[in-house]
């Protein structure tokens, strides 16, 4: 059974920084993708970033490149999501979720989010 448990979501003032954290149990690792999507109130949930296991290829939605970073701790079997410079309009709930290779995001697996709240 895959476990994606996200933590690190708090309220914070416009221009300030999170870090959010996904601890990943119970898959192979190396074979699959792990990503971070947001759902603001109102809105349908949308993608943020993605990265591999071992750390290359991460790519990231247009309105948060540069600002946002993900990275992968394989020995603590985490994925991050380090948010700089955060806007009113990044407020929503933030999702950890993880797919194989041969499968894609609605196939995966998802945590249970965590809230991320930018006041100005």
């Known amino acids: 059974q895959v476990h994606l448990v996200e933590s690190g979501g708090g309220l914070v003032q416009a221009g300030g920084s999170l870090r959010l954290s996904c601890v990943v149990s119970?898959?192979?690792?190396?074979?699959?993708?792990t990503g971070w999507f947001r759902q603001a109130p109102g809105k349908e949930r949308e993608f943020v970033a993605a990265?591999?296991?071992?750390?290359?290829?991460?790519i990231y939605d247009a309105s948060v490149r540069g600002l946002f970073t993900i990275a992968v701790d394989n020995g603590k079997n985490t994925v991050y999501l380090q948010m700089n410079s955060l806007k009113p309009e990044d407020t929503g709930v933030y999702y950890c979720?993880?797919?194989?290779?041969?499968?894609?995001?609605?196939?995966?697996?998802w945590g249970q989010g965590t809230q991320v709240t930018v006041s100005t």
């Open positions: 990265i591999t296991w071992s750390g290359g290829n991460p």
């Open positions: 119970g898959h192979a690792f190396s074979d699959h993708i």
């Open positions: 979720a993880s797919h194989g290779r041969s499968s894609g995001w609605a196939q995966g697996y």
